[in-house]
């Protein structure tokens, strides 16, 4: 489960992103492509039918106007507009999309573009509504992200949670920080794709979410350009793959939660079992022998 903490756990995330990153686009369909080339000298019809599949999904994927529909289909929250009053108590900024832990022209740790688009906008509302900032990000990310904010933006983190491996244990971590503090309802920076599942995730956790979505969904790519691929096309149809299977998978583990927390629940109310006795003349006596 992704709760788990220590060894099995981190053989569990391990596993979880090596899984991520062979069904992923581009993995999944250069392993097809080569798959096909190998049939290619055996199977050769079938061959021929899997390289085609796969070489053709890794050019559809890279094309802007597909990876533009997969975003449409993985964004479910509008753009926050910052006209309108929030009525939140603080700013929650995700990690995640790259970090460089030395950056020769900073002389420090920065983050790289996805998670810079997430913190330039959740520094730009933290200062707009007058917020404190929380960070809640992997190890490896809690220094860039406030080195990044403090150097670039001006806005130094209140709360900086580092421990957390997930979207789940964003949430879960972050609520036991904030939560003790009064802080209830928030403002949920993360990437626009991820902000549906990540907000859910929070409100499980007890928090009122204001989302706030980074790098909505916009015209990018005009004209022709919208039909040859590029990487940031890729890019874009990796996050939104991702966060369609992520969505059902939420679901899955919460309904799996809730099970077990009732399991737990059942068998700690559950009456303690009669002591076992060996029959004789002494457990022969009173209600023992009913």
Not at 257 to 266: H, I, Y
Request: aromatic content about 6%; glycine content about 10%; hydrophobic content about 50%.
């Amino acid at each position: 489960m992704e709760g788990q903490r220590g060894v099995g756990g981190s053989a569990v995330f391990i596993l979880k992103a090596l899984g991520r990153g062979l069904i992923l686009p581009p993995t999944a369909s250069l392993i097809l492509t080569l798959l096909g080339a190998i049939l290619i000298w055996r199977r050769q019809r079938l061959g021929w039918a899997v390289f085609v599949v796969g070489f053709a999904s890794l050019w559809l994927l890279c094309t802007p106007i597909v990876a533009d529909g997969l975003s449409a289909l993985a964004e479910r929250y509008p753009a926050l507009n910052p006209d309108r009053p929030v009525n939140a108590q603080a700013v929650v900024v995700l990690g995640g999309g790259g970090q460089r832990h030395h950056a020769p022209e900073y002389n420090g740790a920065v983050a790289e573009p996805i998670m810079l688009e997430r913190l330039a906008l959740a520094a730009f509302l933290a200062r707009h509504y007058s917020l404190p900032l929380a960070v809640s990000g992997a190890g490896a990310e809690a220094r860039p992200m406030s080195e990044t904010l403090s150097r670039s933006f001006g806005v130094t983190p209140r709360w900086i949670e580092g421990s957390s491996r997930d979207t789940y244990e964003n949430a879960q971590l972050a609520a036991r920080i904030l939560l003790p503090a009064g802080i209830k309802r928030i403002v949920l920076v993360t990437s626009s794709a991820h902000e549906w599942r990540a907000a859910h995730e929070f409100m499980a956790a007890g928090f009122d979410v204001v989302p706030a979505p980074a790098g909505v969904l916009a015209p990018r790519e005009l004209g022709v350009f919208k039909f040859i691929p590029s990487p940031a096309g890729l890019m874009r149809s990796n996050a939104a793959v991702y966060e369609l299977i992520g969505e059902p998978m939420r679901r899955l583990q919460a309904a799996l939660r809730v099970r077990e927390k009732f399991d737990r629940a059942v068998r700690t109310d559950a009456p303690a079992a009669a002591p076992l006795s060996t029959p004789g003349p002494t457990t022969m006596q009173g209600e023992g022998a009913r």
